[in-house]
């Protein structure tokens, strides 16, 4: 700055030590004050803007009767995005999200699965075998509702991939 | 013509240019058409605001009320879509005319803004195409969403903050459409803005000095014909090729070829081979680095202004030359798919 005034307060900081005088007291609190408002406002902005509508989705979700998952059979089940194998064990629930990146994974024709998004690649126990996901497809807590008489999964509680229902 | 007074569009213009960067084929007018073509987005979008409804339930929905039953909805709605396509386009090849004839030589601030309008571009093309609702944004939206989660520390955060919930619902298309409508496309005019302004301040267009100028009648006659073409291209593609709709998202459904927007395909192959963090955060935040960079490291000389394939600069126009023909390269790769 040229337009500076050469006032007694310029002198005593280029002295290497500051002055605290009523003006720049005054001056270093309105400065103080606009940036801490400043703060403030963006911080409440950003936590405004980080908000969660109340109550999540249930993850607990009802498959229907498990007469309609015969034996020897993979059947997919949109409104839980997931697989509902039965073999010679039992049922079982394998989880069609893509451990990479969320895309739902495809059943192969000779088993097993790909997903589309970023071609990787897992066997029918969901285990990954290539491209770029690492972690295995999950398989997902089933059980019987006599009450509902229907099958039931947990989406949020992963299992054993040797974990069957026997009904 | 030269003795009235000048109006206020002429009034933005210099009164005299350099001769020789007024012919087309110095700059090839990229910068201006982007601006144009941001305005026809301007333009266009704030129209269609008053019929698209940013709800799971009615975004799809009004986006057909807006093609085939608002009465030229169908035009309005190409020619946002052929103005958002072809601004990424102009918009890197004006890039790429500044690096490979020196402009942003003692300019660099400019260089910088210009930078983070590319960003702007490309995250306005991605909210844009998100507003779409149908299956394809639905899959993007999802590794998209996932992507900024594998962001160590602050992922989580980050990812919460973008699409306002623990999953991509009705909280995340009202954000991305508030972004894209009002929020990035204030910030993308305010730096527009800025960046022109620099262009007068820092003396016009970069130049060779001492040639011969002309006036601003004829930098207006360039301009116009400039814009004239650019609008018979934009009509005629939006009359001929309609935008693409795709049946609406729905993130239940098997879909057998999710595809990642045109612009962002290079990252999608990125992404069949590194880690997400990597492929996804990492590299496309150190190419913006490294484009950021170049006038700073590899082409500091002040030689070499205004000159195409200029000595000086040819490690940085190698440079970027080599980042641009990897991530065309990738794209193909992604098309051909």
Sequence with gaps: MTDEQHTPEHEASS?????????????????????????????????????????????????GQPENYPRRSWNYVAEARLYVGHDDNGLFALDAV?????????????????????DSLFDEEGRALSGPATQPLQHLYLWFDEEQGQLMVDRSEPVEPAVRLVI | MSNRRPNFFAHLHPPTIPAREMRPFYTFGLGGISLLLFLVLGITGVIEMFIYVPTPEGAHESIRQITYLAPYG????????????????????????????????????NWLIGVALLFLTLVLDFTGFVLRWDQDTAWALMVGTNLIKSVPGVGTVLHDFLI????????????????????????????TSWHIFRVRRDGGISHVASTPRANREQL????????????????GLSVLV?????????PTALVAEPK???????????????????????VPILVLLVLSLLPYTLDRSQEGVAVWFNKQGRIAQLVFLVILVGCIALTLRGVMR
């Design chain 2, 74 to 109: 169908w035009l309005l709605r190409n020619m946002h879509f052929w103005a958002g396509q072809l601004m990424v386009g102009t918009v890197i090849l004006h890039m790429a005319r500044v690096v490979l004839s020196g402009g942003y030589k003692s300019r660099r601030l």
């Design chain 2, 242 to 250: 309609d935008a693409p709709l795709g049946p609406p998202a729905d």
């Design chain 2, 260 to 282: 990642a927007p045109w612009f962002f395909l290079w990252i999608q192959e990125l992404l069949r081979i590194a880690s997400p963090f990597l492929a996804g955060v990492l």
């Design chain 1, 98 to 118: 893509c451990p990479h990146l969320g895309c739902l994974v495809e059943p192969l024709e000779d088993g097993g699965f790909m997903c589309p998004c970023h």
């Design chain 1, 15 to 63: 002295k290497g030590f500051r002055r605290l005088n009523r003006r720049s007291f005054l001056n270093l609190l309105a400065k103080g004050s606009v940036a801490a408002a400043f703060t403030a406002a963006v911080a409440q902005t950003i936590r405004f803007l980080s908000y969660k509508p109340p109550g999540s989705d249930s993850t607990i979700l009802p498959l």
């Design chain 2, 164 to 191: 306002g919930g623990e999953s991509v619902g009705a909280p995340a298309l009202l954000r991305f459409y508030t972004w894209h409508v009002l929020a990035l496309a204030l910030v993308a005019a305010a730096l």
């Design chain 2, 220 to 235: 207006l006659r360039t301009e116009i014909i400039a814009m004239l073409l650019t609008l018979a291209i934009l009509t």
